[in-house]
T-cell receptor, first 111, second 116 residues
Framework: KAGVTQTPRYLIKTRGQQVTLSCSPI?????VSWYQQTPGQGLQFLFEYFSETQRNKGNFPGRFSGRQFSNSRSEMNVSTLELGDSALYLC??????????FGEGSRLTVL | AQSVAQPEDQVNVAEGNPLTVKCTYSVSGNPYLFWYVQYPNRGLQFLLKYITGDNLVKGSYGFEAEFNKSQTSFHLKKPSALVSDSALYFC??????????????FGGGTRLMVKP
């Protein structure tokens, strides 16, 4: 079974631009969550989607948004990028027994 | 609100010695507890979980964790450390009685260094 796939793995943007990250969950998993990892703040929950509906949202500004498609694939978007948005963005899908399985992440650098 | 504390930023241990990585948690309801490991430039890998039942949980790569309700702790252990165990370890909690979906709250992480 293929794992969680995130694209792109690395990207560089400049302040003010926007970015879209993609996540394909493990086949059969319907819940997808996104986390931001930074050296200063650690791992922070962004949002969770289940069956195309946002089920939960973390404490991030409205510049951070996401969506889920009917095939469970998910995207997250960050608009008007700031230097502080530089981070590793991790996507996870949930198994029937409750574990979250994470992708390798998308490392975003904002210049 | 739920929270996790990993009191040690780094744990150093010699290869072959037992290791313990500490974790304490706080939730209003029943906890659902996890340990994950992260290698450089990689995502998080699931090690083990506790839901209910036996307080000693066995996981991947010879790791185990002991749930202690009275001390609200979930320490990660391994009887004999390997150099290849050197990585960043995260403890996480989810409140099973909270309508927070699958949101996990993570600790700050503990870097484990195993020296030959």
């Amino acid at each position: 079974k293929a794992g969680v796939t995130q694209t792109p793995r690395y990207l560089i943007k400049t302040r003010g631009q926007q970015v879209t990250l993609s996540c394909s969950p493990i086949s059969g998993h319907r819940s997808v969550s996104w986390y931001q990892q930074t050296p200063g703040q650690g791992l922070q929950f962004l949002f969770e989607y289940f069956s195309e509906t946002q089920r939960n949202k973390g404490n991030f500004p409205g510049r951070f948004s996401g969506r889920q498609f009917s095939n469970s694939r998910s995207e997250m978007n960050v608009s008007t990028l700031e230097l502080g948005d530089s981070a590793l963005y991790l996507c996870a899908s949930q198994s029937d027994t409750g574990e979250l399985f994470f992708g390798e992440g998308s490392r975003l650098t904002v210049l | 609100a739920q929270s996790v504390a990993q009191p040690e930023d780094q744990v150093n241990v010699a290869e072959g010695n037992p290791l313990t990585v500490k974790c304490t948690y706080s939730v209003s309801g029943n906890p659902y507890l996890f340990w994950y490991v992260q290698y450089p430039n990689r995502g998080l890998q699931f090690l083990l979980k506790y839901i209910t039942g036996d307080n000693l949980v066995k996981g991947s790569y010879g790791f185990e964790a002991e749930f202690n309700k009275s001390q609200t702790s979930f320490h990660l252990k391994k009887p004999s450390a390997l150099v290849s165990d050197s990585a960043l370890y995260f403890c996480a909690v989810r409140d099973m009685n909270n309508n927070a979906g699958n949101m996990l709250t993570f600790g700050g992480g503990t870097r484990l260094m195993v020296k030959p």
